[in-house]
Every structure is written in C-alpha cells, then in structure tokens.
C-alpha cells in the first residue's frame, strides 16, 4: 500500500504553503507492521531533502541519527520502516514562513492527516515532532474526541506526561529534521529518550 495513493488534497486552498512541493509519502507499506507514526512538520522546499528521496537526503540523515541516538541500528528510512515506524509530515506542502496558520494546520488534518493516520490500524504509539505536530494532533483530537490532548506549555515540561488519543499512546518531543537539530545536544538527547519510550510502548 502507497500512502501517496491513498490520501490527497485536490484543491489546494492554503494561502501559506509552497503547493509545488506537495508531498505525501510515496513508498510500499505493509499497513500491519507499522506500530508507531512519527509526525514532523512539512516537507523541505527542496524535494530532494525529503526523507524517502533518492541518494540519502537530508532529512533522511537527521532522522536516522535521531533513531541511532536512540540506540537503533539504522542507516536508512527503509530500516526506520522496518522497526514499525512509518514517518510523515502534520503539513503536505512546504512552508514559505517561519510558521503555519491554524487554517493551514486544520486544513491538512481533515483533508489528509487523519485518513494517512487511518491507513494503519494497528499503531500503538504517536510521536509528534515539534509544535505544527503537536498543534496537528490536537486538531484532530477536538475533532474526534471533542478536546486537546497535548496541553500547552514547553515542550520539555510536557514531554514525559502520558498522554493517548483513542487508546493509542502520544508523545510529544522536538523538530528532528531542522539543521539545529545536529547542534542542540540537549534536544537530541531528549529526541532519543522519546523515540525509546515510543518504540517500548507495543
């Protein structure tokens, strides 16, 4: 199964992202061996950057150091795929600011997020990266669930609460596709310890 065919937005209303680099991952998944999705932000301006892009992209990189920080063996995104992990963005389109409106972030969440998220009904555990996640999440939350699940407050005075959506385990944590992220080493060791307690929680 090829996410990309399976979820789309046909009309493109949002005013605040880049609609030439729309992009949903378009790769062979066997929905039953995913239990985890890690969400990350939007795809990079430069398709190339994507993480499931040819000739080790950038984004690729800084999210296998992210699972090689956490202590997993990994050198690619087909072995991240292989733990169970299935990795997408909150937002389909490039940015073209700093942030993302809410009308952006609602409209990604009804339109794709909730029914890429449906594509694997056997997921124990999200991790959400960073705020558009952690923002996306809660969207979708109000929608389904009639509230919020990730409180507001910095991200590491949150982080080791537990919180679920639909019996299904939340974990907010830090933007780990960003270049700060090769320098921050207090949010790469945080980044770690989150991945770990995700992938513990099955």
């Known amino acids: 199964m ?3 065919k399976c979820v789309e937005c046909a009309d493109f209303p949002c005013l605040d992202v880049n609609k030439d680099r729309y992009l949903v991952p ?13 969400i990350s932000e939007a795809p990079p301006q430069n398709a190339d950057d994507y993480f499931y ?3 080790n992209p950038f984004y690729q990189q800084t999210t296998v150091q992210a699972f090689n920080d ?4 990994v050198s690619s995104m087909k072995d991240v795929l292989n733990l169970g992990v299935y990795v997408t963005t909150a937002i389909k389109c490039a940015k073209t600011a700093y942030s993302i ?12 997020l909730e029914n890429e998220m449906a ?24 929608r389904n669930i009639g509230k919020r699940i990730i409180p507001s ?7 080791k609460n537990k919180y679920s959506y639909k019996q299904v385990r939340v974990f907010p944590s830090y933007l780990q596709t960003g270049k700060s992220y090769l320098i921050e080493k207090s949010k790469r060791k945080m980044i770690a310890e ?7 929680h099955q």
């Open 2 to 4: 090829r996410p990309s």
């Open 26 to 38: 378009d790769i062979e998944t066997e929905p039953d061996k995913i239990i985890a999705i890690m």
């Open 53 to 55: 892009a040819s000739n």
């Open 70 to 73: 956490a202590g997993f063996d």
């Open 101 to 112: 409106s809410p009308y952006t972030i609602e409209n990604c969440c009804v339109r794709i």
């Open 119 to 142: 594509l694997f009904p056997k997921i124990k555990a999200i991790l959400l990266m960073g705020d558009t996640a952690i923002k996306a999440m809660n969207c979708t939350a109000k």
């Open 153 to 159: 407050g910095s991200t590491y005075k949150i982080r």
């Open 194 to 200: 989150d991945i770990k307690a995700t992938l513990a």
